[in-house]
C-alpha cells in the first residue's frame, strides 16, 4: 500500500482515517464550545444560501416559508464549514501543484464533447434533482455517508444504499457508451 | 465571527484539505467509482468511517458527546436517495465536493453549486406537498443500528472492520 499517489496525492485509506479523525475531534469541540454536538455535513448550507439570496429580493417570502424557519437563514457553523472547505482544497491543490482549471471534465468531454455550455445545463439540472434528493433525505455523502454510518444510523445504512445505487445505474446509463 | 464560526471554518479548511488530498473531489474520481473504475471514493469515505466510528461510540459510551441519528423515514431516504442519485450522476459532484472541486480550480463546479441553490430554493417551496405526501408515508424515527437489533455496537463495529477490511484487501488485489 502506496501513502502517496504517482500525482501526489495521498492514499486515500490515509486521508479518508484522517477525516475518521477529524469527525470524531469536531464532534468533541463542538460539544465542548457549541454546547451540542455538530455533525460533519455539507446539504443544509445550501438551504441557507438559497434563503440568504432569496431574501434579497423577496425578503417576506422567505420569512413565510416553514422549510426556511425550519432550517433557520443564517451563517452558521455548518455554512463556515463549507466555506472552508473551498479554502483547504485551494491551500492544498496550490502547494502540491494539483490545482487545475479545467472547464469540461474528461469524461464528459468523451461522452458529450467539450461544449460548455453542455456540461453547465448538466450540471445545473443534476445539481437541483441531487439537492432537492439530498434536503428529502435530510443529508448528502458527508450527513448520510461519513457522520450517519459513523454513528451507525439505520437512516445512514439506507440513504447511501440508495446515492450509490441509483448513482451506478444512471452513471452506467449516461457514460458507457455501447459498443457497436 | 462567533466561536461556532471560527470552529466552522477550522473544521472545514482541515476537512477541504484531506478531500483535496484523497483526491476525492474531482468529476472524474465520482464518476470513475459509479462506473466502479475506480474506488478511490469508496477507499477513502471507508477508511473515515472505520476511523471514526469507534471514537464517535467510545465518546458516545463514556456520555462525553451525544449521538444525532437523522430520522428514518421510508419516503425521505428510499425516494429522496433516489432522486440524490440521478442528480449526483450527471452533476458528477456531491455538496461538499462541489465546492473543494471548485477550490483545486475545477470551475464548471460553479454550475453544479447554482444548481444545488436552485434546487434548495425549489424543495422549500414544495416542502408542504412533500410534507404531506412522501414525508408522511412512514417515519420510524431516529433509530439506530444497535437498538433496532438490541445489542451492543461494540458488537457491530468489529463486523463492520472486518466486512471492510476484506472489501479493502480484495479492491487492492484487483488493483481497484
Keep these: 500500500m502506496k501513502l502517496k499517489t504517482e500525482d501526489g496525492g495521498w492514499s486515500p485509506y490515509l486521508a479518508g482515517a484522517l477525516v475518521g479523525v477529524l469527525a470524531i475531534v469536531s464532534v468533541y469541540a463542538t460539544t465542548q464550545w457549541m454546547g451540542k454536538p455538530n455533525y460533519l455535513g455539507a446539504s443544509t448550507?445550501?438551504?441557507?444560501a438559497a434563503g440568504l439570496l432569496e431574501?434579497?429580493?423577496?425578503?417576506?417570502?422567505?420569512?413565510?416559508?416553514?422549510?426556511?424557519?425550519?432550517?433557520?437563514v443564517r451563517v452558521d457553523w455548518q455554512f463556515m464549514l463549507v466555506i472552508g472547505i473551498f479554502f483547504?482544497?485551494?491551500?492544498?491543490?496550490?502547494?502540491?501543484?494539483?490545482?487545475?482549471?479545467?472547464?469540461?471534465?474528461?469524461?464528459?468531454?468523451?461522452?458529450?464533447?467539450?461544449?460548455?455550455?453542455?456540461?453547465?445545463?448538466?450540471?445545473f439540472l443534476g445539481g437541483i434533482v441531487a439537492m432537492m434528493g439530498a434536503r428529502m433525505a435530510d443529508g448528502c455523502p458527508s450527513g448520510h455517508g461519513l457522520s450517519g454510518m459513523m454513528q451507525l444510523s439505520v437512516s445512514a445504512f439506507i440513504a447511501l444504499?440508495?446515492?450509490?445505487?441509483?448513482?451506478?445505474?444512471?452513471?452506467?446509463l449516461l457514460y458507457r457508451r455501447r459498443s457497436s | 465571527m462567533s466561536i461556532d464560526q471560527i470552529l466552522g471554518l477550522i473544521t472545514g479548511v482541515l476537512f477541504g484539505f484531506l478531500l483535496q488530498k484523497g483526491r476525492v473531489l474531482r468529476f472524474e474520481k465520482q464518476v470513475g467509482a459509479m462506473l466502479l473504475k475506480d474506488m478511490t471514493i469508496f477507499k477513502f469515505m471507508l477508511s473515515a468511517i472505520l476511523v471514526g466510528m469507534v471514537g464517535i461510540q467510545l465518546l458516545a459510551s463514556a456520555e462525553i458527546i451525544?449521538?444525532?441519528?437523522k430520522a428514518m423515514n421510508m419516503g425521505a431516504v428510499l425516494v429522496g436517495g433516489a432522486l440524490f442519485g440521478c442528480g449526483w450522476a450527471v452533476m458528477g459532484f456531491c455538496p461538499g465536493t462541489s465546492?473543494?472541486?471548485?477550490?483545486?480550480?475545477?470551475?464548471?463546479?460553479?454550475f453544479a453549486i447554482a444548481g444545488m441553490v436552485?434546487?434548495?430554493a425549489v424543495y422549500a417551496e414544495l416542502y408542504p406537498f412533500f410534507k404531506s405526501t412522501i414525508l408522511a408515508w412512514k417515519d420510524f424515527g431516529k433509530i439506530g443500528l444497535a437498538e433496532i437489533f438490541d445489542i451492543s455496537p461494540?458488537?457491530?463495529?468489529?463486523v463492520f472492520w472486518a466486512g471492510i477490511i476484506w472489501m479493502f484487501v480484495w479492491f487492492e488485489r484487483k488493483s481497484l
Excluded: C, Q
Excluded at chain 1, 45 to 48: A, D, H, K, Q, W
Excluded at chain 2, 154 to 158: E, Y
Design chain 2, 118 to 120: 436552485a434546487g434548495a
Design chain 2, 66 to 69: 451525544s449521538l444525532s441519528h
Design chain 2, 99 to 110: 465546492i473543494g472541486a471548485l477550490g483545486e480550480g475545477r470551475w464548471h463546479a460553479v
Design chain 1, 45 to 48: 448550507t445550501f438551504v441557507r
Design chain 2, 154 to 158: 461494540w458488537l457491530i463495529i468489529p
Design chain 1, 88 to 123: 483547504g482544497a485551494l491551500i492544498s491543490s496550490k502547494t502540491d501543484r494539483s490545482f487545475k482549471l479545467e472547464s469540461v471534465p474528461p469524461t464528459w468531454k468523451e461522452r458529450f464533447g467539450p461544449s460548455i455550455g453542455k456540461r453547465a445545463a448538466g450540471a
Design chain 1, 161 to 172: 444504499a440508495m446515492f450509490f445505487g441509483t448513482g451506478i445505474v444512471v452513471a452506467g
Design chain 1, 55 to 72: 431574501r434579497t429580493v423577496f425578503p417576506e417570502r422567505v420569512a413565510a416559508n416553514e422549510y426556511f424557519t425550519k432550517e433557520k
